[in-house]
């Protein structure tokens, strides 16, 4: 975490999220006590930051302030919300290109994705508020600056993104390898929005079940899978060949 994008001390991190600040991450002490505490808890919640209970020695590896058990991480970016990102872009492209993140965890990844995604020209990608990861100095460095330069919205869960992509006439194709057909059986051509799994398990059932079409990627070699961001850039450009031809 980047001291500049910190936050430390409960009652100044709870002024800055009740000033509107674009909190990313609140780091809070585990076992924490106390109603000012308590306080702060609740207005996590109820403005549905995402949060973690971490050991007081992380707490005091990431500033050597009075952090009071609590440390806040703020966006460098502005996030928008699914409709102010979408429905813009439907109003201006016919076949505009959205890239949906399931719970991509590990920073660098998503910078890289952010980076290829502004190469390729996708119009908007859309994360869960919630288990993704911050948008980062890490992040920012990664994506070589495109963070500032694609559109990102927050949604509760990606399923709802799903059926919100659906209603708005988008189709919406999964990356994964539980099908029988390869990306280049599928078609990216007119209002298409790519969903991207995390790290580990990959899409979410329950979004992989919404999903218009699957698509897997055709492995020739021994290993089993490759780094999301680099599945994420074959699945982009196999996406900008179509819509080129």
């Known amino acids: 975490m980047e001291k500049d994008n910190q936050i430390y001390g409960i009652r100044a991190i709870m002024e800055a999220i009740n000033s ?15 109603s000012l505490f308590k306080e702060l808890e609740t207005l996590i919640r109820k403005k549905e930051i995402s949060s973690s209970y971490v050991p007081i020695e992380k707490l005091n590896r990431l500033t050597k302030n009075n952090h009071q058990g609590a440390i806040a991480n703020i966006s460098p970016i502005t996030f928008y919300t699914i409709e102010s990102l979408v429905e813009p872009i439907l109003q201006e492209k016919e076949s505009p290109l959205f890239l949906l993140l399931d719970q991509i965890s590990d920073v660098r990844n998503f910078g890289a994705i952010i980076r ?8 908007g990608i859309i994360i869960p508020k919630k288990g993704g990861a911050p948008v980062t100095a890490d992040t920012i460095k990664t994506s070589a600056g495109a963070a500032f330069k694609v559109p990102i919205a927050k949604v509760d869960h990606i399923k709802d993104a799903v059926f919100y992509m659906q209603a708005s006439g988008i189709k919406v194709i999964a990356a994964t390898e539980k099908t029988e057909s390869n ?9 298409t929005a790519i969903v991207m799994g995390s790290e580990d398990i990959g899409i979410s059932p329950s979004v992989l079940k919404a999903a218009d079409f699957k698509a897997k990627l055709p492995l020739l070699g021994e290993i089993g899978s490759l780094n999301v961001s680099v599945a994420c850039g074959v699945f982009l450009y196999e996406a900008v060949r179509q819509r080129m031809s």
Not at 116 to 123: M, Q, R
């Open 20 to 34: 509107n600040e674009t909190i990313d991450k609140v780091f809070i002490q585990r076992g924490l006590q106390g």
């Open 116 to 123: 290829t995604a502004e190469c390729s020209g996708v119009d």
């Open 183 to 191: 990306v280049y059986q599928v078609s990216f051509k007119g209002p």
